[in-house]
């Protein structure tokens, strides 16, 4: 049986009358308001970012420590031998002075204005703890092409892909913010051993070339 968690009632309702399936239980509940202690498996999907972008204590927002306290609950919600599993994402290592040549392919000019509305707009660049003032995040000389350091240009392709009509929530989020040493790091002191590593970069990069030209030879 699965217990499916959502603190929006109205997300919960469209996953009940998308499915039929009677082993799954939808609940409209927060995830530290969850008292079940005796589950088997606790499965993230893509969450852990936002549980850290949205967190209410905005001191705390776009950091490790919400990602830490909820898989320290997790644990507590866990019966003997239960796991935990984490699909995120995962910052780049030591990629913050190196930078990309670019050319935004779309001769309208709409994917370079969206890229100079994410970098006016994304608290990944405002953030304090994400800005390093000796490596400008773009060189831009007025033509064609763009100087972009690294991780601001894999952050920026994940918004491009979903398009115009999701970047101002997209804008609200960090993704980026463990490392894999720091996810590792994060789930040892926890109390948690780790079993398994997936690296795994799905579809975005066929998706990614069609933004921009990079060299031929650079895998993001």
């Known amino acids: 049986h699965i217990t499916a968690i959502d603190g929006n009632e ?8 998308k499915n039929s399936d009677q082993r799954i239980l939808f609940l409209k509940s927060d ?3 969850y008292m079940d202690k005796n589950l088997d498996c606790i499965l993230f999907s893509s969450v ?3 549980i850290s972008s949205f967190n209410k204590w905005f001191d705390n927002r776009y950091l490790s420590q919400p990602i830490s306290d909820a898989i320290v609950r997790a644990g507590s919600m866990l019966a003997p031998d239960g796991i935990v599993v984490v699909r995120d994402m995962v910052r780049p290592e030591n990629c913050f002075k190196n930078y990309v040549n670019v050319t935004f392919k779309d001769k309208t000019g709409k994917m370079f ?8 707009m994304s608290p990944f660049m405002n953030n304090p703890c994400m800005f390093f003032g000796e490596y400008p995040k773009c060189h831009w000389d007025g033509g064609n092409c763009l100087d972009i ?10 918004v491009a892909t979903w398009g115009r009509e999701s970047f101002e929530r997209e804008m609200k989020e960090r993704k980026f913010i463990l490392s894999k040493y720091m996810w590792q790091e994060t789930f040892k002191n926890a109390g948690f051993a780790i079993n398994m590593w997936l690296d795994t970069n799905e579809e975005y990069p066929k998706y990614w070339k069609e933004i921009v030209d990079v060299p031929e030879d650079y895998v993001f």
Request: proline share 0%; net charge negative.
């Open 10 to 17: 109205i997300m919960v309702s469209d996953a009940i009358r």
């Open 31 to 33: 995830f530290d308001k």
């Open 48 to 50: 852990m970012h936002e």
């Open 113 to 120: 204005n969206m890229f100079t509305d994410f970098m006016r």
């Open 149 to 158: 350091r690294e991780d601001v240009l894999l952050e920026f392709l994940m």
